[in-house]
């Protein structure tokens, strides 16, 4: 009788362990996900830089428009600019790979962020298509994209606080170079370089 106690223990504690291992081993009947590799990461880490990039030129690419938007008589002076920011976008936009989310953008097109690297024209209109506004091509088009962006009352002003801000964006592209490769970082170097030429020009004998 106690001979049979202990088998009937020892075949409960063998079925407890077996009961055990099924469950840790393979959680579920699935496997385990698989850890991304060192070359993996990196490029998730770049594509992420790359699209923070774009998104950055397009900002100031909306900061433009609501100027003009507010400033029509400044559209002589701030135009060759804004189109050199939209270049920029779409330049930076080569090679970016579509958001996560996918679909299509507000305006009905696909939001794949190659797209942007067919703006053949130079005006950056479809890199400002796919972000979601209308053509880029077109001064205060992407404004009405987002909320209202405030602008001084005083023209003056205005070029002011949007030189501002295109110190910051060429300030933002020079801290992302650090840690782009190296062709891109001589890209995001160009744009840098271009941004703080166009502050200059905004706020050198800056009259509406």
Do not use: I, N, Q
């Amino acid at each position: 009788m106690g001979r049979t106690g202990t088998v009937g223990r020892r075949a409960l504690l063998t079925a407890g362990a077996v009961t055990l291992v099924g469950c840790t081993s393979d959680g579920g009947g699935g496997e385990r996900p698989r850890k991304r590799t060192a070359a993996e990461r990196a490029a998730l880490a770049e594509a992420a830089l790359r699209r923070g990039s774009v998104t950055t030129s397009l900002t100031l690419l909306e900061r433009y428009d609501a100027v003009l938007a507010a400033h029509p008589s400044l559209t002589d002076r701030l135009a060759p600019l804004r189109r050199a920011v939209a270049a920029h976008a779409a330049a930076l936009a080569e090679g970016v790979t579509p958001l996560p989310t996918g679909g299509s953008t507000a305006s009905g097109e696909p939001h794949d962020a190659e797209a942007k690297a067919a703006a053949s024209d130079g005006s950056g209109a479809k890199a400002a298509r796919t972000a979601g506004t209308r053509p880029a091509d077109t001064p205060g088009a992407t404004a009405s994209a987002t909320a209202p962006v405030p602008v001084p009352a005083d023209p003056v002003a205005a070029l002011k606080d949007l030189a501002a801000t295109v110190r910051r964006t060429a300030d933002a592209h020079t801290a992302t170079l650090l840690d782009a490769p190296p062709e891109y970082a001589r890209l995001l170097a160009s744009v840098a370089a271009a941004g703080a030429a166009h502050a200059y020009l905004l706020t050198e004998g800056g009259r509406a």
